[in-house]
C-alpha cells in the first residue's frame, strides 16, 4: 500500500501536465468535417507573393448567393492554401443548423478549422482567431471573398 499511493499521485500528477497542454488546443472542439473537394466548385482565386488560395463551394451554395438567399445548412467554404505548387494546408469553414449557439453566436451558424495537406484535423490553429477575423463579414455568410461568387 505505502507503494501504491504515490504511484497513483504520480499517475494523476502526470495526467493532470497532460491535460494541460491538450486543453488549449482541445478547449473549443468544432463540428467542422471535411467535405467531399469533388463535390464543390472552384469560385475564385487570391493571390498573396507565394501563395495562391483557391476557394470552392458547393454549387447549390452559389445558387443561392446568386438568388439572393443564405448559404443551405451544411455547405462548405474551402480555402486551399497553395505554395510551390503544392497544398500547404485547408482553411475550412461549414455552417449547421444552431452551430452558433456552440461559440454565443460568434460568426452565425458558422464554425471554422484549419486542415493538414493530408486531410487531417489541424488543431494548432485555434478556431477562435478564424471566428474573430471573419466576424465583421456577418453581412456576407462571415465571408471576404462573397462578393466575388456575385461578380463572377
Ligand atoms: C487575420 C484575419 C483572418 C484570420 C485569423 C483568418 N482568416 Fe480566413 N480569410 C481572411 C481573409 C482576408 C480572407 C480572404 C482571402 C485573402 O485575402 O487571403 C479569408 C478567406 C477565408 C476563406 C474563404 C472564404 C472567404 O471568407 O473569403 C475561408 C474558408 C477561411 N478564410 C477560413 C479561415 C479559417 C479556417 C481560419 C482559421 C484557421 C481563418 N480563416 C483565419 C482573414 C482571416
Known amino acids: 500500500m505505502t507503494f501504491r499511493i504515490p504511484f497513483a499521485l504520480g499517475g494523476l500528477l502526470l495526467a493532470g501536465i497532460f491535460a494541460l497542454e491538450v486543453l488549449p488546443a482541445a478547449a473549443e472542439p468544432n463540428r467542422v468535417v ?3 473537394l469533388e463535390a464543390l466548385e472552384h469560385y475564385t482565386t487570391v493571390t498573396r507573393g507565394e501563395v495562391t488560395e483557391h476557394m470552392l463551394t458547393s454549387p447549390e ?8 438567399q443564405p448559404m443551405p445548412d451544411g455547405t462548405h467554404v474551402v480555402l486551399v492554401d497553395y505554395r ?7 482553411f475550412i469553414m461549414q455552417k449547421g443548423a444552431g452551430w452558433g449557439e456552440d461559440y454565443a453566436n460568434r460568426t452565425g451558424d458558422w464554425q471554422f478549422q484549419a486542415f493538414h495537406p493530408d486531410k487531417s484535423n489541424n488543431t494548432a490553429e485555434a478556431a477562435d482567431r478564424c471566428m474573430g477575423c471573419h466576424q465583421s463579414r456577418g453581412d456576407s455568410e462571415f465571408m471576404f471573398t462573397f462578393s466575388d461568387i456575385l461578380s463572377e
Not at 451554395?61 to 439572393?68: D, F, H, I, M, S
Not at 510551390?84 to 485547408?90: A, C, D, I, S, T
Open 61 to 68: 451554395a452559389l445558387a443561392a448567393v446568386r438568388a439572393g
Open 34 to 36: 471535411f467535405p467531399d
Open 84 to 90: 510551390g505548387g503544392e497544398v500547404f494546408r485547408y
